[in-house]
């Protein structure tokens, strides 16, 4: 018993610890997958591998640098073995879960241990006071909580960071974060009971720990920082780069079905003189020649269209969508008046019906079979904007969130919504989308060039 009260301070940290691998085991979950089984063999084998090292480091001086630096094998290790998806998706999610719970918990605990010893040495006159160890269960305890409320926020605000991405942009990220936990727990090495930076006495004990934990307060905020950014920079650089791609090989398609449109114009045009040429290989039962002649002709034709919009561009690519939801059984109404004075370039139109028609398609094909799937469009000028809203069906166990809903890895999740905002803004509209009841609604409003008042009270 007297051997265990040794380590009663350890043990005393162990809920908090707890609660530190609920949270992670959370966050894996939602970004990875697990089953109920390997769930909870992650939580107990991490926490007897965090109790375990503890002690350890605590009986052997000599230990404490290889429990310090194993921490970090063994909950990659954890989360490799237990989680599932992408080898490189499960590294990166422990290298974020250890750079999170590392920092917030020393910087927290360095911070509450400047306060509490400012607060015993100025308000109760103690000249050298020393936290203790179960002052340092207090403040240890107290990081904890916070790098708590530190994972919960992250698995809000890295669903992007977790969508579709290759592996390389996962190790891409991982590698700095693991390089930022190793050089943080090197400089742990040189800290003892608190202490780091030392005054030969000349400054006595107090001066040495306030000191001391201001440097860990200030290390910790600066790799925090480096970590957000470096994490949320690469993200953003990466959507900018799919952004633009995708906006590229969209102009490069919609230039190909206007041409597409224009042959089939011509082709229309000289319908009567193909109808006379035709009349005559038949009068002379040269069926090769005819089937040969309606070849051509069929290569170069694109069906009767009977979305006509005022833009031949995007007569052309409504065409196109129309026909693949009639080959998927997806009910299309299609009302769209693109007027004459309209100034939005033809192919920012098809920028914006193209992303908005693809998403809607994709969330009519993953319903259930036999489930009504419809896509409704309406655009039309409204006093001096231009008005478009796209209602589709879509299965109601989905979820819509900051331009992102949980359709699975896709690779340009979430690229099409950017790229309308980005087409809708630099018009200077407002832009608007939600789901309920098993319906999205997707509302764009852009002003004329004409248009001086408030574009939110046009209509």
């Given at each position: 018993m007297k051997q265990l009260s040794v380590y009663a301070d350890i043990l005393s940290i162990?809920?908090?610890?707890?609660?530190?691998?609920?949270?992670?085991?959370?966050?894996?979950?939602?970004?990875?997958?697990?089953?109920?089984?390997?769930?909870?063999?992650?939580?107990?084998?991490?926490?007897?591998?965090?109790?375990?090292?503890?002690?350890?480091?605590?009986?052997?001086?000599g230990m404490y640098s290889f429990s310090l630096f194993s921490n970090s094998v063994f909950f990659v290790g954890l989360v490799l073995l237990l989680f599932r998806s992408e080898r490189e998706k499960r590294i990166l999610a422990a290298s974020i879960l250890m750079a999170a719970v590392r920092l917030v918990s020393e910087f927290c605990a360095s911070f509450l241990s400047c306060l509490a010893l400012f607060f015993m040495h100025t308000v109760k006159k103690i000249p050298e006071p020393v936290l203790g160890d179960w002052g340092d269960v207090l403040v240890s305890g107290a990081g904890y909580c916070f790098a708590i409320f530190a994972v919960y926020w992250l698995s809000k605000h890295l669903e992007p960071v977790f969508c579709g991405r290759r592996g390389n942009w996962y190790i891409i990220l991982a590698v700095p974060l693991l390089v930022i936990v190793t050089v943080y727990d090197a400089a742990s090495l040189s800290a003892s009971n608190g202490i780091m930076v030392r005054s030969a006495g000349g400054m006595g004990l107090y001066y040495d720990q306030i000191f001391s934990h201001c440097e860990f307060l200030v290390l910790s905020l600066l790799f925090m920082a480096a970590a957000g950014f470096y994490v949320f920079g690469m993200n953003r650089i990466y959507l900018e780069q799919e952004k633009n791609g995708r906006y590229h090989s969209q102009i490069a398609v919609y230039k190909m079905l206007a041409e597409q449109y224009r042959q089939s114009e011509r082709l229309r045009h000289d319908m009567k003189n193909h109808i006379i040429v035709l009349s005559?290989?038949?009068?002379?039962?040269?069926?090769?020649?005819?089937?040969?002649?309606?070849?051509?002709?069929e290569d170069i034709a694109l069906d009767a269209l009977e979305d006509v919009t005022g833009n031949k561009a995007v007569d052309a690519?409504?065409?196109?969508?129309r026909k693949r939801a009639e080959e998927e059984n997806i009910q299309w109404e299609c009302d769209v008046q693109i007027p004459g004075e309209c100034?939005?370039?033809?192919?920012?139109?098809?920028v914006l019906f193209g992303n908005i028609l693809d998403n809607a398609?994709?969330?009519?094909?993953?319903?259930?079979?036999?489930e009504c799937r419809f896509i409704n469009i309406q655009a039309k000028a409204v006093k001096k904007c231009f008005l478009i809203e796209v209602k589709n069906s879509m299965d109601r166990t989905e979820k819509f969130t900051e331009g992102f809903t949980n359709k699975g890895n896709s690779r340009e999740h979430g690229i099409g919504l950017l790229n309308t905002g980005d087409v809708v803004h630099?018009?200077?509209?407002?832009?608007?989308?939600?789901a309920?009841?098993?319906?999205?609604?997707?509302?764009?409003?852009?002003p004329f060039p004409d248009a001086a008042y408030d574009i939110k009270t046009s209509v």
């Open positions: 162990v809920p908090f610890y707890m609660g530190v691998l609920w949270a992670a085991d959370k966050f894996c979950k939602k970004f990875l997958g697990v089953s109920k089984r390997k769930e909870q063999l992650f939580l107990i084998f991490a926490c007897c591998i965090w109790l375990f090292r503890n002690i350890l480091g605590r009986m052997y001086s005559a290989l038949s009068r002379n039962k040269e069926w090769e020649k005819i089937e040969n002649y309606l070849r051509n002709m690519l409504l065409h196109q969508k100034c939005i370039d033809e192919f920012d139109l098809c398609l994709e969330a009519c094909g993953r319903m259930q079979e036999g630099g018009y200077n509209g407002v832009m608007n989308a939600e309920k009841h098993g319906i999205f609604i997707m509302s764009i409003l852009m």
